[in-house]
């Protein structure tokens, strides 16, 4: 099966071509270039932006409705909330995203296989399934429930201490997950731990980074506070999620331990902007405030030491508001227009800069894989056009258009 886009503008996940050809053959690209041939389909893109296949670098499949999440998940089916997910996947899909990174959500290791095994439509999923949390830590939503409550709902493997952290690690790699998240701070939605509060010792995360290491894998780390991201910078992990009040001499030894930065805007401005509207519960509403302010610094700042900054919603629930689910383009938008990023670099966080972690797409040459998007419009001068995805390419097949 060979398939032709003609004549776009090509943005190839670090710059723009011009005006290229481009012949996929099977899951792969074949050729870039100006091309005399024929294929099985043609899409006539030449009034059209032809780009990688975008990629949420930070999301949850949790299949949740609403900003409550402790009530969605007590009060809903876990079942059900897989089954919504699944609708979650051909609408990201079909928004031109066709790799989504799960940065914690048992939900995402099934729905990984059944969009692998081509019976449902979603982007390729890169899934962390549970993360892991210490206790009293960002993994419990809630701090009043019994601690096991929270193992049992799949909101995360709680560890403490080297050997309990070297098994939980184990049991989740065991479980299917591609890459391990962990919680090195206190978070807004979880109820008693603050932002600032590291949490995970700089010996437990060094475990964990071991066993992650030993299996061709990574660590990431949600992060907040700047003490505790240090020391998990420290301890090896390769991404920090989130980073809102990271320390310039923290960013300084991210970039020069090639550690990637995913700011999350996308839940950020959700949360400040309609967090109440949503059912988001009073402590998570008091604390975004508080994280929000220093963002477009610390983005500023990593984007002057050269750190790979990637496009995360950290989306994970819907929300039927104009940042949602099925939108996560909302994310390179806002890295523009919160972040101050120039338009191409917000489009190399939504493409190419994911190769940073070791994925195999986000980059539009011979030999690659054929994860494209077509765009009816020019992001390059219009970011909000990336909501405008017209045809959708995922590992050579058409899935939209
Ligand atoms: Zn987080
Ligand atoms: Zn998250």
Not at 53 to 58: E, I, L, N, Q, S
Request: some cysteine; glycine content about 10%; aromatic content about 6%.
């Amino acid at each position: 099966m060979r398939t032709l886009i003609r004549g776009g503008t090509v943005f190839d996940g670090f710059d723009v071509l011009g005006k290229r050809d481009i012949l996929i053959e099977g899951e792969l690209i074949k050729e870039v270039g100006t091309l005399d041939v024929r294929a099985d389909i043609e899409i006539d893109a030449r009034d059209l932006f032809v780009m990688p296949g975008m990629v949420d670098a930070h999301f949850h499949f949790g299949g949740s409705k609403g900003g409550d999440l402790v009530k969605a998940t007590l009060v809903e089916d876990s079942k059900v909330r897989l089954l919504r997910a699944t609708t979650w996947a051909s609408k990201i899909v079909e928004a031109g995203f066709t790799t989504v990174r799960d940065c914690g959500e048992p939900n995402a290791i099934p729905l990984r296989q059944a969009v692998k095994e081509g019976w449902i439509k979603g982007p390729n999923i890169i899934a962390a399934g549970r993360p892991l949390s210490q206790t009293f830590g960002h993994g419990e939503f809630l701090h009043t429930i019994p601690l096991e409550w929270n193992e049992y709902l799949g909101f995360a493997q709680i560890c403490d201490g080297k050997e309990s952290c070297i098994q939980a690690a184990r049991r989740v790699l065991r479980e299917g997950s591609d890459f391990i998240k962990i919680m090195a701070t206190g978070g807004v939605l979880s109820q008693r731990d603050r932002p600032e509060w590291p949490q995970f010792t700089h010996e437990e995360i060094s475990a964990i980074v071991h066993e992650a290491k030993k299996v061709g894998t990574y660590v990431a780390a949600h992060a907040h506070g700047d003490e505790g991201a240090r020391i998990a910078v420290e301890a090896g992990v390769k991404s920090i999620e989130h980073g809102s009040l990271l320390s310039e001499q923290t960013l300084k030894m991210m970039a020069e331990k090639g550690v990637a930065l995913t700011p999350t805007l996308s839940i950020q401005e959700l949360i400040y902007k309609h967090g109440k509207q949503i059912g988001v519960s009073e402590w998570g509403l008091e604390k975004i405030a508080q994280i929000r302010e220093n963002v477009p610094k610390v983005i500023d700042t990593a984007k002057r030491f050269g750190i790979t900054i990637l496009a995360g919603t950290d989306l994970g629930f819907e929300s039927g508001l104009e940042i949602d689910v099925g939108k996560n383009y909302t994310e390179p938008i806002l890295l523009v227009e919160i972040g101050a990023l120039k338009e191409i670099e917000a489009l190399r966080a939504a493409t190419s800069n994911i190769r940073k972690l070791g994925a195999k797409t986000g980059v539009i040459a011979k030999g690659e894989v054929a994860d494209i998007v077509v765009i009816d419009g020019d992001p390059t001068t219009q970011i909000r056009d990336l909501s405008k995805a017209k045809f959708v390419v995922k590992r050579g097949k058409l899935v939209k258009g």
